[in-house]
């Protein structure tokens, strides 16, 4: 069975400060790794994904990711955070490809001050 | 169309009343996936489709919760005398098979049970 940890539930940061949102996952195989946003009333976004080879992956609206075998995790950031950031965003894994089944974590608002 | 497409947006009903909720994939795409997000969590995933044949029924919490898709396009999710607990964002995402892209999700219907 998988799972996927993401510790807290609200992140907060300054316009232009950096984002780190944190993402642990538990696979039995080696896992597909998702980060989704979503907006108020929008569906989900696929951000970025890791599937195989480079473990640093970068994605939309200037995110990227790192998988970390060793530690279990795909955290999050982003250099410098915009307004237009502010969302709610998910960590998501698979053990069958970017088309099958996913497994959700609860989510982290991120909130932007100006 | 260019999206996946989910109607109703918005459902309000009746406990013990019957809901349908209808999902259209983008054209051509192979897979379909409907999930259920509660307030404040992770969507949950509840069945897929490849084309006509639902090949994973596993997450739908109960025998009051049905899907089809009879020609491998639109799918229909119905819920049976609705309970309270129903009450969630009901989505569809949508993928083409044999791509490592992941897949297309819909904006969701809101589904309030009273």
């Known amino acids: 069975a998988q799972s996927v940890t993401q510790l807290g539930s609200h992140v907060s940061v300054s316009e232009g400060a950096l984002v780190l949102l944190r993402c642990n996952y538990s696979s039995s195989v080696p896992p597909y790794l998702f980060w989704y946003v979503q907006y108020p009333n929008q569906g989900l976004q696929l951000l970025l994904k890791?599937?195989?080879?480079?473990?640093l992956v970068k994605g939309i609206n200037g995110f990227e990711a790192e998988f970390k075998k060793s530690e279990t995790s795909f955290h999050l950031t982003k250099p410098s955070a915009h307004m237009s950031d502010a969302a709610e965003y998910f960590c998501a894994v698979s053990d069958s490809g970017a088309n099958s089944k996913l497994t959700f974590g609860k989510g982290i608002t991120l909130s932007v001050r100006p | 169309g260019a999206g996946v497409s989910q109607s109703p947006r918005y459902k309000v009903a009746k406990r013990g009343q019957d809901v349908a909720l209808r999902c259209d994939p983008i054209s051509g795409h192979v897979s379909l996936f409907w999930y259920q997000q509660a307030l404040g969590q992770g969507p949950e995933f509840l069945t897929y489709?490849?084309?006509?044949?639902?090949?994973?029924k596993s997450g739908l919490p109960s025998d009051r919760f049905f899907a089809e898709r009879p020609e491998g396009s639109v799918s229909t999710l119905k819920i049976q005398r609705t309970q309270q607990e129903d009450s969630a964002v009901y989505l569809c995402a949508s993928s083409s098979q044999g791509t490592n892209y992941g897949y297309t999700f819909g904006s969701g219907t809101r589904l309030t049970v009273v």
């Open positions: 890791y599937t195989t080879g480079a473990t």
């Open positions: 489709f490849q084309n006509e044949a639902q090949l994973d």
